[in-house]
Nanobody, 125 residues
């Protein structure tokens, strides 16, 4: 059974850091585009970052560029989202998602085939 499980969320003060993990089971995540999306209260879900199967293509939303970093750990079948200099507007439920790639460089924020259950990130003093 294909499964994505997020972890690492929590409460952090503005300017702090968190590292989210997306652990895949039942499939090799290296064969899928993996992305992080988030949904804040009262807002639509938005793409935050994605990484292609080759790692050659990485995308970030403008709002997180320079602060967030997405990486793969093939040995652990896990994708991470390192979040630094967090701001109150980053407060949201963060989801990881997977989709079948169109090519090795495919990376985007739409067309997801599988979703995790989400992890809450709250940035507040």
């Amino acid at each position: 059974q294909l499964q994505l499980v997020e972890s690492g969320g929590g409460l952090v003060q503005p300017g702090g850091s968190l590292r989210l993990s997306c652990a895949a089971s039942g499939f090799n995540s290296d064969h899928y585009v993996i992305g992080w999306l988030r949904q804040a209260p009262g807002k639509e879900r938005e793409g935050v970052s994605c990484i292609s199967i080759s790692g050659s293509s990485i995308m970030y939303a403008d709002s997180v560029k320079g602060r967030f970093t997405i990486t793969r750990d093939s040995a652990k079948n896990t994708v991470y989202l390192q979040m630094n200099n967090l701001k109150p507007e980053d407060t949201a439920v963060f989801y990881c998602a997977a989709m079948v790639p169109i090519n090795d460089a495919h990376c985007g924020f739409w067309g997801w085939d599988y979703w995790g259950q989400g992890t809450q990130v709250t940035v507040s003093s």
